[in-house]
């Protein structure tokens, strides 16, 4: 069955960046420290990551982050969504316009003008064909931003949501949770590792 997971990284005070991110500082002023996890030889943090990836059926994003990822800082043949560990699934932007060019063309782009709801349900419909066609069950990852999670959570579209909690304080930054319906959440598993503590929740709707 293909689930809904949100997936991102967050400080111990709450923040998915840090303060001033931007084009060519995605997650801010300290925020690099985030995700020191995803690129760490724990052997723990490297399976996290492997498993994760390995279902990734679609992957959603907001612009701001596609922004990023696709600008001159961002992903290349070594760095992008999984590096090393998945092949290349196919990405769902949320996004008011499309962009006039892209510069990571080799990857699977499809920009949905529509909103959230219908980025997700593009993303669902691409995990379902990538799971008939590799014979497993895939997922959609949500990625972030942290607008856009926080807008999934609050919508009621999430199944899961897995947290990637750091070791660090950044005082400001992008929030992940800014209010909305309060929810209990149930606890599925922690994996503690040297450089994050791994998170994973199923969410009821």
Known sequence: MTRIVADISISLDGFVTGPDPGPDNGLGAGGEGLHTWAFSDDPDD???????????????????LFDIVDGREGW?????????????PAFVVVTSAPPGSVRTSLLDWTFVTTGLHDAVSAARDRA???SSR??????????????????????????????????????AGTP????????????????PTTTST???????R
Do not use: Q
């Not at 490297?46 to 701001?64: F, K, N, Q, W």
């Not at 926080?150 to 199944?159: F, I, M």
């Not at 791994?198 to 009821?204: G, I, K, M, N």
């Open 46 to 64: 490297r399976r996290v990551l492997r498993e994760a990836t390995d279902r990734s059926g679609a992957v959603v994003l907001g612009r701001h």
């Open 76 to 88: 290349d043949d070594t760095t992008g969504y999984g590096a090393g560990e998945v092949g290349r």
């Open 128 to 130: 379902e064909t990538a």
């Open 134 to 171: 590799t014979g497993k069950d895939l997922d959609v990852v949500l990625m972030g931003g942290g607008a856009t999670i926080g807008s999934a959570l609050a919508a009621g579209l999430v199944d899961a949501l897995t947290l990637h909690l750091a070791p660090i304080v950044l005082g």
């Open 176 to 191: 992940l949770f800014t209010g909305g319906v309060p929810r209990t959440l149930v606890r599925r598993s922690v994996i």
């Open 198 to 204: 791994h998170l994973f929740y199923d969410v009821p």
